[in-house]
């Protein structure tokens, strides 16, 4: 079928209108909002988002590991846990809206979040074709820095991805132009307020956590203007305002490839990515590091943040009754980022003590998914047990 001159106008009249929606956007990026000082807030709010599938179990047993490390603070009201309902993949569908206005108000009552895995309807699988809910959490409360620690000791690898997590091909995900049943089209996005943001957090983190290397991950030798741009902003933004840094470039599905090559990697410490590829990226680095169920997310903005898990909700261990024998790892270290953000990096450096030692150097109790072993929660007693031993 040939592509008729109404087919064209049609496509035109709604690319113009994408762009359009962009100013405001833009402008709001403009407008500068200083981050949050911990330290001097009389209360911080913890929203508590459960999620589908295995979400609620292994949020059951983050929280308790949670409370294990400012207990006393939740009883004294520095700190409080809010339970925020209507997330649930149900109460989505049935209203047919991926982030109910009701709950995002809920949110926007909070400092930070804590969020265990949601379903994202897929075609085929009988849900309304709703979009990504983590996807609108993001934009909404402009959480535009993906950041996830990845660790491989025996690799000499000890990586922070610092992911651009608002624009690029999924801020408009949902909204590309079915020309006519031959052609579809969808976009990338990139600004460059937005391309300077993330660069700067990377940047910043590098400088005040004694990095000397920032590596850019994108594929401009192909995507010539959204890469291209985000490339030489990277630069622009590390050679005049952060020059003791050095700044490397890797190209995306080189970076895939051969991250586990010493010669490839000789050097790499922070790494800064547009959306997409720090999708990506991050999740082959994670499964390399022991798998998604071990690692964890923060998204960060100037205004609130939020802390996940980042695997699935995980539907074969909950359809074969193993959901409770999931592995918490993931959220708990998410709860661990979470205090590290809030001003309690020491609690989060006895989390990870402890981590290690449930999970590497002594692993006493040995959790699979397999109901030979043990269960989500037999895991969370060995490793609140473990802290208490670490904390005396």
């Known amino acids: 079928m040939?592509?008729?001159?109404?087919?064209?106008?049609?496509?035109?009249?709604?690319?113009?209108?994408?762009?359009?929606?962009?100013?405001?956007?833009?402008?709001?990026?403009?407008?500068?909002?200083?981050?949050?000082?911990?330290?001097?807030?009389?209360?911080?709010?913890?929203?508590?988002?459960?999620?589908?599938?295995?979400?609620?179990i292994i949020m059951e047993q983050a929280l308790r590991v949670l409370c294990e490390l400012v207990g006393d603070e939740i009883a004294s009201g520095k700190i409080e846990l809010k339970q925020i309902e209507g997330m649930t993949i149900e109460n989505r569908a049935a209203k047919l809206q991926s982030l109910p206005p009701e709950v995002l108000e809920e949110v926007k009552k909070c400092d930070v979040l804590v969020k265990g895995p949601m379903v994202t309807p897929r075609a085929g699988d009988g849900l309304p074709n709703l979009v990504s809910a983590n996807s609108l959490l993001r934009r909404e409360l402009e959480l535009f820095a993906a950041v996830r620690p990845i660790k491989i000791p025996e690799k000499h690898i000890d990586w922070t991805f610092f992911r651009e997590n608002i624009e690029g091909e999924y801020i408009w995900g949902n909204k590309g132009i079915q020309v006519n049943e031959d052609l579809a089209v969808d976009f990338k996005v990139q600004t460059r307020q937005g391309s300077e943001r993330i660069a700067r957090a990377a940047f910043e983190f590098a400088r005040k956590n004694g990095k000397h290397n920032v590596t850019a991950v994108s594929k401009a030798n192909i995507v010539k203007l959204a890469d291209g741009n985000?490339?030489?902003?990277?630069?622009?933004?590390?050679?005049?305002?952060?020059?003791?840094?050095?700044?490397?470039?890797?190209?995306?599905?080189?970076?895939?490839?051969?991250?586990?090559?010493?010669?490839?990697?000789?050097?790499?410490?922070?790494?800064?990515?547009?959306?997409?590829?720090?999708?990506?990226?991050?999740?082959?680095?994670?499964?390399?590091?022991?798998?998604?169920?071990?690692?964890?997310?923060?998204?960060?903005?100037?205004?609130?943040?939020?802390?996940?898990?980042?695997?699935?909700?995980a539907p074969y261990l909950m359809s074969h009754g193993r959901g409770t024998y999931a592995n918490p790892s993931s959220l708990i270290r998410a709860i661990g980022q979470m205090l590290i953000h809030i001003g309690y990096a020491d609690r989060n450096a006895i989390l990870e003590q402890a981590m290690d030692i449930c999970t590497v150097t002594e692993r006493r109790v040995v959790l699979t998914t397999e109901v030979k072993d043990a269960s989500t929660a037999q895991f969370t007693d060995y490793l609140i047990e473990t802290i208490q031993k670490i904390r005396g």
């Open 2 to 56: 040939s592509i008729s001159r109404n087919d064209i106008q049609t496509a035109q009249e709604k690319f113009a209108a994408l762009i359009k929606s962009e100013d405001v956007r833009i402008e709001k990026m403009k407008q500068s909002q200083r981050p949050i000082d911990f330290s001097t807030t009389d209360k911080i709010i913890i929203g508590i988002l459960p999620g589908d599938g295995i979400g609620p």
């Open 230 to 313: 985000f490339i030489e902003t990277v630069h622009r933004i590390g050679e005049t305002e952060y020059p003791e840094i050095e700044v490397q470039e890797r190209l995306v599905d080189a970076m895939c490839a051969k991250m586990l090559d010493p010669e490839f990697s000789k050097g790499i410490e922070v790494i800064v990515l547009p959306n997409l590829y720090g999708d990506i990226v991050t999740d082959v680095a994670a499964e390399l590091s022991g798998g998604l169920g071990t690692a964890c997310s923060s998204n960060i903005g100037n205004r609130y943040a939020l802390f996940e898990a980042i695997h699935g909700t």
